[in-house]
């Protein structure tokens, strides 16, 4: 479990009656967005729903049956947070900027180069400095993958900087592919994607070369370690990772 200070409320309102729940703030934001498979027991303050979380009021057994059809919080602590709205207090929101902006340097310095400088690395310092000048705002409800590319378009025109590039085939088989599908399509740029007949799943994306290893722990994640994974060197020619 984690700490009430590092928690926020989730908070769903039915049937005339509230529902508060105490959560991790990004695994809230993972679990709305379907992405969510780690222990729930891990991102929750409280294996408990409230009616009032502040006041630490609980609601009654027969709303919870109305509304959830169960009295478990383990299994109602996901669906308040699904269908309800997270709150997040000011301070939360500054932190969850701070360190999805600490998050967002590391990851553009640790892929991009300078094609200037015979693609010698960027330092984390001079990241931070051109997002500063480019008035870039990290936006702390977005996973940092899907800003990198905005990020990279504002400091284009005020550093020299290009990622590197890498295409990777990944096969889901069928009993991982529905799932798992949807959690790989979002890590890069997906250029082909094909069903097979036995129900796999087979998808080529493109990434920054450099988050390799998070791609595959990602597939390894979401397929028990069953998918298989190619990179693809040209049109015609598939390389074995």
Request: without cysteine; proline residues 6%; charged residues 35%.
């Amino acid at each position: 479990m984690i700490s009430l200070d590092e928690a926020v409320t989730a908070r769903l309102e039915s049937h005339g009656a509230q529902f508060e729940v105490l959560v991790d703030p990004d695994a809230a934001l993972a679990i709305k967005r379907g992405e969510f498979d780690d222990d729930l027991a891990e991102v929750i303050a409280a294996e408990d729903v409230f009616e009032d979380a502040a006041r630490g009021d609980r609601p009654a057994a027969d709303d919870l049956e109305t509304v959830f059809e169960t009295t478990d919080p383990m299994q109602i602590i996901p669906e308040v947070i699904e269908r309800g709205d997270i709150q997040i207090t000011a301070d939360q929101r500054r932190e969850m900027q701070e360190r999805k902006r600490k998050q967002l340097i590391n990851r553009i310095a640790r892929n991009a180069v300078n094609p200037q400088m015979d693609d010698a690395p960027h330092p984390p310092e001079r990241i931070e400095r051109a997002l500063e000048e480019a008035g870039f705002t990290v936006d702390p409800m977005e996973p940092v993958e899907n800003q990198i590319d905005e990020a990279l378009d504002e400091l284009r025109p005020i550093i020299p900087i290009r990622f590197d590039e890498v295409v990777i085939a990944v096969r889901l088989p069928a009993e991982h592919a529905g799932s798992g599908q949807a959690r790989i399509r979002q890590f890069g740029d997906l250029q082909r994607e094909e069903w097979q007949a036995d129900g796999s799943w087979v998808g080529v994306l493109e990434f920054p070369a450099g988050l390799q290893n998070d791609f595959y722990e990602l597939v390894n994640q979401v397929s028990s370690g069953e998918a298989e994974t190619r990179v693809v060197k040209d049109e015609d020619e598939l390389g074995t990772r």
